[in-house]
């Protein structure tokens, strides 16, 4: 088991939440980090979605120097947009990179490729599409209801956009999460997907996909959608 956290994002009294990538703040944050999980070091610290201008020389330093103290093992960004992933792949500072990678953002895998190619650890975020990528939204049900009428206030564009997937839903032995999380592993340049859940019964259904390979005709039917 690996233990990782992020840095970069605080909140004021008034509850306003913030970005701060000050050296302060990420020693701060870093040492709350490690009293909240019990543990002396943390094997992953992540800055929390920054900016291209976050990217210091004095975020990086601060970084660098709690690895060498030992309370880090790798250090890494994650980022949710093309032009910090970018540059957070040209400074070559850090040792993994979040993307957010998914059936409605291939895009990515440019930017997956390039970073596994100087030897970053590629971290696969959002790999059910905010959830959407599963039996609760493709085929709803009176139990689902409460993921479709989220789906439909939060994520309106990406549930349309998802309809020309609705092929997936007739793949037989696989489930549509099941075949999303697969196409994410399928890059030979993520290291591992991360993902939310509300229930143990679906972890439980997608931990065994790590095993699993995504057919390869229905891999060029997925990229050809």
């Known amino acids: 088991m690996s ?12 509850g306003r939440r913030v970005k701060d990538f000050s050296p302060a703040w990420l020693r701060q944050s870093t040492e709350e980090s490690l009293t909240r999980l019990g543990v002396e ?28 103290e030992g309370k880090v093992g790798a250090i890494g960004i994650s980022a949710f947009d093309i032009p910090t992933q970018r540059h957070a792949i040209s ?20 930017i997956i490729r390039a970073a596994h190619a100087q030897g970053m650890l590629v971290l696969g975020a959002m790999p ?15 139990r689902n209801i409460w993921y479709v ?10 549930v349309l956009k998802l309809r020309k ?18 196409y994410v592993l399928a890059h030979p340049g993520v290291g591992c997907a991360f993902f939310n859940t509300t229930r143990p019964a679906h972890l439980s259904q997608l931990l065994p996909i790590t095993e699993r390979a995504l057919p390869p005709e229905l891999l060029a039917r997925i990229e050809a959608a």
Not at 46 to 56: A, I, K, M, S
Not at 91 to 110: C, S
Not at 128 to 142: D, Q, Y
Not at 169 to 182: C, F, I
Request: include cysteine.
């Open 165 to 182: 997937f609705a092929f997936l839903r007739e793949v037989e032995g696989w489930s549509t999460a099941e075949l999303a999380m697969a």
């Open 41 to 68: 070091r943390l094997d992953v610290l992540q800055l929390h979605e920054p900016r291209v201008r976050d990217l210091t020389p004095e975020c990086i330093a601060a970084l660098h120097r709690l690895k060498e």
């Open 91 to 110: 400074l070559r500072a850090f040792d993994t990179l979040m993307v957010d990678y998914n059936l409605l953002r291939r895009d990515r895998a440019p």
């Open 128 to 142: 059910l599409v905010n959830g959407l990528a599963s039996s609760a939204i493709f085929t709803p049900s009176l």
């Open 3 to 14: 233990v990782l956290s992020k840095a970069g994002t605080r909140y004021l009294k008034n």
């Open 149 to 158: 009428l989220r789906a439909l206030k939060n994520y309106r564009l990406d």
